[in-house]
């Protein structure tokens, strides 16, 4: 086993069709090449998964790893990656989850866990340290994720240390935007890994576990996060994400005009005004709530007691489902988004792609293209809350139109004869940024090997601070965050430390945990070895440049009016600085000399 602190050194592979569990070790290369989480999802994915693989055949894998931070003393440390080939894009994609799910892997002795294959009837995967057995979940196929969750707890004794990440009634029946819960409230949310869970009879994984997580240099790393704590305690932002969450982000957009606004027609909604922070710490929000280790705590606890709906308590909305089921949908109350979310979050999709097909839906009523005979009834208007409610219903029961809707939106648009209307990119619909207020979010969405993801790069904060509008010179910083980012998500932290985490800190966390003495520019040349891996596995499933593309509105429809007024894209000349930048030939193909110097062969 390799000797490197903060790591376990071996993962579980758990085949589904023939109920193997095996215990494996994992190179030591791999962490120094690729670290752990998104990285360490994207070595094994690309070794092992046959090139033109169905997303939603037993030959697709869930590559969960932890970081070789997660589980450490430092602040954040909670993120755990999903990779999977996607059955919303049939790209690369992975996803992230905080709360405790991860650390609890990593304290049950194991960095990671590939699933493969597909179990005959319906299981769930139980791990206490060495204790790993797949269980009958026959009982459990159709429960929501709080009914799983309070069952799965009841049935093994009611221990709330279990850690439980499970898919609802959408990941059964194969809706390509279930997304995989885990700790009741935190999601692998997007790209469809939820489906891929379902497709292979998967119903749960529970996790307990009670090793230690053995850092290089306890001593040094318990005083060098005493100071952060100290840092993250000053931080001016962390107590508007401690107080609002993260809705605190949407009054600047807004305001700026590029937030979503009825499927991406326009880029302010005057409603939005009162969507801000401190009114929704007054009218809605009942509680905090945090994942492991977090100095910040930006959960909440939202309650409604409605007329029409009654009390619903959930954690969240976050902003991306505000924007999305908000004024992406034309809607401006809380009572509407805070039902919807839950009609979501119970069943198990992700709130960011469903409001995008949601928002498309209605642009096609509005424009004739659905009727009232394809609603069963329903006014599917921008703003119709009441609309918006049921059609969330029918498509967690794949009802009627609900059924072509959990296809997503790319496929939807594609049968209904409109994919003019269809925003998103290689089949992920954007988050709630309007990247023609905010140039290099173009480029974000486009490039990204999974599809409009905002997260990939987010360079709203340096863009603000300079020249938002322009196109020119964009491609270093996308450049720069995204290799930052691939970063941030293989050594296992929450984004969000970001706040006081620069790179020269992130190499000092890591030596102090690994034990290793990497560099700034080593650490970060694994994030671009990481994002040229994720190239090159979906340039083996056939993606090219013509695929880093962008919505016809995006490119062509000017915004209206506002602050962004005027802002269309010009994509091809950003493409063209972005492959420069990153050593990729004209057709975006990583050049020979840039997969040498970062071996990868
Ligand atoms: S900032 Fe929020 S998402 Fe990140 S670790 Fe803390 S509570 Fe979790």
């Known amino acids: 086993m390799v000797k490197i602190g903060a790591v376990q050194g071996q993962i579980l592979r758990v085949n589904l069709s023939t109920g193997q569990i095996s215990l494996e070790a994992v190179p030591g290369e791999v962490y120094e090449k690729y670290l752990g989480g998104r990285g360490a999802g994207a070595y094994y994915l690309y070794k092992e998964l046959v090139p033109g693989t169905d997303p939603l055949s037993e030959d697709n894998k869930l590559i969960f ?4 931070m997660a589980g450490t003393m430092a602040p954040g440390s909670n993120k755990i990656n999903l990779t999977f080939k996607s059955p919303l894009t049939n790209t690369y994609s992975f996803s992230l989850c905080g709360g405790h799910f991860g650390p609890e892997l ?3 002795g194991y960095d990671g866990l590939i699933i493969e294959g597909k179990a005959k009837e319906p299981v769930y995967l139980f791990i206490q340290n060495e204790e790993v057995v797949l269980k009958s979940a026959k009982a459990l196929w159709g429960k929501t ?3 799983t969750n309070e069952i799965l707890k009841a049935e093994l004794g009611g221990d709330h240390n279990l850690k439980v990440a499970c898919v609802g009634p959408a990941g059964e029946n194969l809706n390509r935007m279930a997304c995989i819960t885990a700790d009741w ?3 692998f949310g997007r790209g469809g890994g939820g489906a891929v869970m379902g497709s292979k009879n998967l119903k749960a994984i529970v996790v307990r576990g009670t090793k230690d997580v053995n850092v290089a240099s306890a001593p040094k790393l318990a005083n060098y996060v005493r100071e952060l704590y100290k840092e993250f305690k000053a931080h001016p932002k962390v107590y508007a994400r401690r107080w609002y969450g ?23 909604f005057a409603p939005g005004e009162e969507m801000i922070g401190p009114k929704m710490r007054e009218q809605v929000i009942v509680g905090d709530g945090s994942c492991y280790a977090c100095p910040i705590a930006c959960g909440k606890i939202s309650e409604i007691n409605s007329p029409k709906y009654g009390k619903v308590l959930l954690e969240g909305p976050e902003f991306e489902t505000v924007g999305l089921l908000g004024p992406n949908c034309g809607i401006g109350d809380w009572e509407t988004i805070i039902k919807v979310t839950q009609i979501l979050d119970y069943n198990g999709i992700d709130t960011i792609s469903a409001g995008a097909v949601f928002s498309f839906a209605m642009e096609a009523f509005e424009k004739g293209i659905i009727t009232e005979k394809d609603t ?13 409610v049921a059609m969330a219903e029918k498509m967690v029961k794949r009802e009627g139109l609900g059924d072509l809707l959990a296809e997503g939106v790319k496929v939807a648009s594609e049968k209904l004869g409109a994919p003019e209307l269809a925003i998103h990119s290689k089949g992920l619909p954007p988050a709630t940024y309007d990247p023609r ?34 196109d020119v010179g964009k491609a270093g910083i996308v450049r720069d965050i995204q290799m930052q980012m691939a970063l941030v998500d293989s050594l296992g932290y929450c984004s969000t430390m970001r706040f006081v985490y620069t790179v020269d800190k992130q190499v000092d966390l890591f030596n102090l945990a690994t034990g290793l003495n990497y560099s700034k520019q080593e650490l970060l040349e694994v994030g671009e070895r990481i994002l040229n891996l994720e190239r090159l596995f979906n340039m083996r499933e056939g993606f090219s440049r013509k695929d880093d593309t962008l919505p016809k509105r995006f490119l062509e429809e000017a915004m209206k009016e506002g602050p962004s007024q005027g802002q269309t894209i010009n994509l091809q000349s ?6 420069q930048a990153m050593g990729w030939s004209e057709d975006g193909i990583p050049k020979e000399e840039t997969i040498k110097r970062l071996g990868l062969y």
């Open 246 to 268: 993260t809705i605190e982000m949407l009054e600047g957009i807004n305001k700026l005009g590029f937030w979503s606004t009825k499927n991406f027609s326009e880029g302010y």
């Open 437 to 470: 207020g905010c140039k290099g979010m173009a480029l974000t969405y486009a490039t990204s090997p999974k599809g409009a993801h905002h997260m990939i790069s987010p360079t709203m904060g340096a863009e603000i601070a300079g020249d938002r509008f322009a």
């Open 106 to 108: 990593k304290f049950a």
């Open 145 to 147: 994720i709080p009914q």
């Open 574 to 579: 950003m493409l063209d600085e972005y492959y």
């Open 185 to 187: 409230y935190r999601e």
């Open 376 to 388: 069963a009834g329903i006014s599917l208007n921008f703003g119709n809350g009441e609309a918006l």
């Open 65 to 68: 790893f932890n970081g070789p």
